[in-house]
DNA sequence: ATGAAAGCGCTAACAG
DNA sequence: CTGTTAGCGCTTTCAT
């Protein structure tokens, strides 16, 4: 209960009859205090437990070294390498990272974008929660010149910089490669739109199947949540349509996982008579038979990216004006489950 | 750049013309300030655009409000859930909590420690690095009776607390579970030791042995971290033991299912000939076949007892002596990869 | 029910 | 190179 009574550079500076701005200065390496005097405080300090009171200082300073970031669920494991990405860049910058989770609410969105300006964040870091449409509740750091980046979507607000892959490429990659593999039908599963990035994906879609002349039929995309029930769902009326598609590219692993679980357990062969590409290169696709050829979610690069490029504003305020849109380069990663040339070669 | 004037009490006690502190006061719900004032006051500070300084509150209050968390690598899926369980609670009692990423390294824990003493957290949640022997790093918060509370790990220092489960029962259900089912040789797999978790996890597979009077086999003790490769290794040392045995247990689902799937290529049976069972229940288990029978880690749950645990050591300061270490209940799911008994009745 | 005044610990002019 | 001084925005006695 007692806290103990906290050194401050008032108690060094009369153990070392030296004045506290000079306890100030050499503690903050100012040039302008001789080396020696520097050093005698530096460790007279380190002797007497001090630690310095980042409240009085950002006080003073009017900022909080911190940067807030928001992300759309915590709960999410393909979250926790962008975390640490943004994590090791900032700190490597000074700077501390408060993280705020959102649980796939707008509102809880809209509350922790509050409860961040009142905290006086110096930059934020935002995984948009989905069918978050305009982000107007930004508006508030944006008027206050506080950096915001967009992760993963690409806002055209003005004062607000993005990192981003290219969703358009991935999924024209994807599809293109199941085009080659000799499919002819390729159905296409998708997380809930109101997330730009999906749409973006099946724009690729499209475009693979019109550069190969391939005809696009509505029947063949299907909606469904990255989650068991949905993908399982999904899988069920992948069954029933007909003809039976002879390829499937669903926008998340878990999706595509499951629905080659159905298919498998159905007697359908997998890639011989359906090719499967999901997306993210979850560690899962890996554990299942046949591997699940996938898009790479290039997440701890992302997270340095974003963190990075806010640091940069961060420091050299200047350049606010110039606010970019970067895209992290993301890759398809073949493995069995798409290989349905050879599979059918190898028969 | 032109961060914009801030509004302060003193703006709106001019613009009221009252006093700074009834402003101070009326803010913060003073019953001693009459309640039409308290509106007068609440409305305008509303109107005028006023954010409260934390600083310059956490100053004067000499606290806070934030909970550091250490988590020992970020980049661990089965990590989310936990933090999404701390975040929860923390910030229902209207707390912040800063995250810090230990990166699998001791040295980084202790850095992160550091950082969160000097950033003045009013406790800290600790998900200790693997090989943190005893950890006295934490003597400043505890010399400050800024409580600590340790997840996973029972730490015997006293004014800290500890949530976790009961590795050594689930160990043992695990174990018993497979003898239940018919093994008599059941290997085990476990993560590199210096986690204690292990190692209870691993009594409780010895003492299950026992109880069944089933001799102990020292080369059936294999040594694998969660990764792709070490899985494989020792999935690969596991069939080459001699007798093979009919029991698999390991301490992590992502080895058990890289184990099985390594398994089956070989064209052993799975649970005909080796039984499986995992820990953690990842979403992975669901997702391979055989589904994977394992031990729940409950993760969510984990997360939101230490917060509310640490949070009311905070709110009532008095029973800092009461420290108490929470044990989590965590059972058996048992799935199809553990259930040898029908399997083979099946043939 | 409200006001006046002091001070939390630090930094940054300014002056020497 | 170092000291003096003022003030960041808020809370909190103490008075009224």
């Known amino acids: 209960m007692e806290r103990g009574k906290d050194i401050t550079i008032y108690d060094i500076a009369r153990d070392l009859n030296v004045s506290p701005s000079t306890i100030s200065r050499a503690l903050n390496d100012d040039p302008t205090v001789s080396k020696k005097t520097r050093k005698r405080v530096s460790d007279r300090a380190m002797e007497m437990g001090y630690r310095s009171n980042p409240f009085a200082r950002n006080l003073r300073q009017q900022q909080s070294q911190t940067i807030g ?26 700077y501390g990272i408060i993280i705020m989770d959102s649980a796939q609410s707008l509102e809880k969105e809209i509350s922790n974008v509050q409860s961040l300006f009142q905290r006086r964040v110096d930059g934020v870091i935002v ?41 358009v490429r991935c999924g024209y990659l994807a599809t293109r490669h199941l085009i080659e593999q000799g499919c002819r039908r390729i ?16 724009d690729g879609y499209c475009s693979a199947l019109r550069e190969s002349d391939l005809s696009f039929d509505e029947s063949l995309l299907l909606i469904a949540a990255p989650t068991e029930e949905d993908s399982i769902a999904a899988a069920r009326k ?9 390829g499937l590219f669903a926008t998340s692993d878990l999706t595509a996982a499951m629905c080659i679980r159905q298919l498998l357990d159905a007697g359908v062969r997998v890639p011989a008579d359906i090719a499967v590409v999901g997306f993210n290169n979850d560690v899962l696709g890996k554990l299942i038979r046949p591997a699940l050829t996938t898009v790479n979610y290039p997440g701890t690069e992302m997270g340095e990216t974003a963190a990075r490029n806010l640091v940069k504003h961060l420091k050299g305020q200047g350049n606010v004006g110039s606010i970019s849109a970067v895209t ?14 050879d599979a059918l070669r190898g028969k």
Chains 1, 2 share one sequence.
Do not use: W
């Open 69 to 94: 970031v928001i992300v759309y669920d915590l709960n999410c494991p393909s979250l926790t390498s962008v975390l640490s990405g943004i994590d090791k860049e900032a700190h490597a910058a000074g």
């Open 328 to 341: 992290v380069r993301a890759e398809l990663i073949v493995r069995e489950s798409s290989l349905k040339r």
């Open 127 to 167: 995984f948009p929660a989905p069918g978050a449409k305009e982000p107007d509740h930004f508006a508030p750091f944006l008027d206050k010149n506080i950096p915001v980046i967009f992760l993963d979507r690409a806002i055209n607000l003005s004062k607000t910089s993005s990192v981003v892959i290219d969703n």
């Open 238 to 246: 992948l069954m029933r349509l007909n003809p039976v598609p002879d």
């Open 187 to 202: 159905a296409f599963i998708s997380s809930p739109v109101g997330q730009e990035v999906y749409a973006q994906r099946y």
